[in-house]
């Protein structure tokens, strides 16, 4: 039968949307420290992050980042996972440990081979911008996806929102997906009507997909 599927709604700014996010049934959430319209200061992440349930898993957003700049950041912020957007190497996990989860930004296929490099068990898979390390509301090519699914377990990224998450999860069967202008009256501020929208499509789709494999068995 299909599981349920992972949820992390990123580029939280403010605590309130935090909250709401938990509220909706969501994963996990993000704060990002690299460059972006998004940034917050590790005392903003860890104000909204000490106001969450135990069971939302907190996540830093860095790019490019010193490991030793990481690993201070998510004690400062008190997260629990580095996900890593930039063009960092696979021996920052010596540094950061296996807190690290990498997200690769997709161009083309040739991205599968950087996945490789890493040998992941989870990955996150973004749109790829010459502008914008994510958040970018694009879209990429799901079929790579489907590829990258043969090399660890997936988070789905770039997009996403209420209309089309649906889809995404029909189609490529991820282990989870992640969303951020998505659910946005603006970068940085989220809209709660649209947090439970999203998380009401990716129930539904969790339900259609387990009454589908249900009548086939």
């Not at 860095?62 to 996900?83: C, G, H, K, S």
């Not at 960092?88 to 161009?107: D, L, N």
């Not at 929102?161 to 989870?176: C, K, L, S, T, Y």
């Amino acid at each position: 039968m299909t599981g349920r599927t992972w949820i992390k709604m990123c580029g939280m700014m403010r605590s309130e949307d935090s909250a709401a996010a938990a509220e909706a049934g969501v994963d996990a959430v993000g704060f990002v420290f690299a460059d972006s319209p998004r940034r917050v200061t590790p005392a903003t992440a860890r104000l909204a992050a000490r106001a969450l349930p135990a069971s939302v898993l907190r996540f830093g957003i860095f790019a490019d980042e010193a490991p030793a700049t990481i690993a201070r950041i998510l004690e400062e912020a008190e997260l629990d996972r580095a996900q890593l957007h930039g063009f960092e190497e696979p021996m920052v996990r010596e540094v950061v440990g296996s807190r690290v989860v990498k997200s690769f930004r997709v161009a083309d296929e040739s991205i599968l081979n950087e996945i490789r490099s890493w040998n992941p068990d989870l990955f996150f898979l973004d749109t790829f911008s010459p502008h914008a390390l994510g958040g970018t509301g694009r879209t990429f090519d799901w079929s790579i996806a489907k590829q990258a699914r043969e090399l660890g377990r997936i988070v789905l990224a770039g997009g996403l929102h209420a209309d089309n998450v649906g889809a995404a999860i029909r189609e490529v069967r991820p282990f989870g997906v992640d969303v951020s202008s998505g659910i946005e009256e603006s970068p940085g501020r989220k809209d709660p009507a649209k947090i439970r929208a999203f998380v009401d499509a990716v129930r539904e789709a969790d339900r259609a997909l387990s009454f589908e494999e249900r009548a086939a068995g």
